[in-house]
């Protein structure tokens, strides 16, 4: 065998995680029982012998130390425990949701809306409510609040207000934060 693969075969051995069983060649191991209990400093075959006993495997938990740790535990059920610690759900990154009216837009178009913006906000994600106005819109600014209004009122059971409704160019917003879960 040339002198090369003799390394990656010792690399391999370290990127597979833990060794058990026959592949743990230092003895005397530090020995903890399946119950979490402390056996021990005991030669390695005896361990070996113990885990059989238990009809469960002998992993080393920490090579590092000296002498090493082995555990007597089910391997498969080890493994598939680690696994699932990898795979351990992120917190809900919380993002701005933007919902558009215009002043002639009709009950029943708000309604859907509103219904979309609740889902948001139960999503716990913030909510900002526009009211865009073009040409002469502008002049009736009252119907844009009044909509605006019905709004962040039908959504206050899910909602609390992080910024009143105001005019802001020719857009009047309003923006809604999700209640905090009690």
Same mark, same amino acid.
């Given at each position: ?7 990656? /075969?010792?690399?391999? !051995?370290?990127?597979?995680? !833990?060794?058990?069983?026959? $592949? +743990? ?23 070996? /012998?113990?885990?059989?006993?238990? $009809? ?30 990898? $795979?351990? @759900? @992120?917190?809900? $990154? !919380? ?11 009709? /009950?029943?178009?708000? /309604?859907?809306? +509103?219904? !979309? ?52 160019? @020719? ?12």
């Amino acid at each position: 065998m040339p002198p090369g693969n003799f390394d990656r /075969d010792r690399n391999a !051995q370290h990127d597979r995680g !833990q060794r058990v069983n026959e $592949q +743990i060649r230092i003895s005397p191991v530090r020995l903890i029982g399946a119950n979490g209990e402390q056996l021990g400093v005991l030669p390695t075959a005896q361990a070996l /012998d113990m885990a059989r006993e238990a $009809q469960l495997d002998l992993v080393e938990v920490a090579p590092q130390e000296r002498p090493p740790v082995c555990k007597i535990l089910d391997y498969g059920k080890f493994r598939y425990q680690q696994s699932r610690k990898g $795979q351990q @759900k @992120k917190p809900h $990154q !919380q993002k701005l949701k933007e919902i558009r009216v215009r002043p002639k837009t009709g /009950d029943h178009d708000v /309604d859907t809306k +509103i219904n !979309q913006a609740r889902r948001f906000l139960e999503h716990k994600d913030k909510v900002l409510l526009n009211v865009l106005f073009r040409g002469r819109e502008l002049q009736h600014v009252e119907e844009g609040k009044r909509i605006i209004e019905h709004m962040v009122e039908k959504l206050l059971d899910v909602a609390k207000i992080e910024k009143i409704p105001s005019m802001e160019g @020719k857009r009047m917003t309003a923006m809604l934060a999700p209640k905090a879960a009690n």
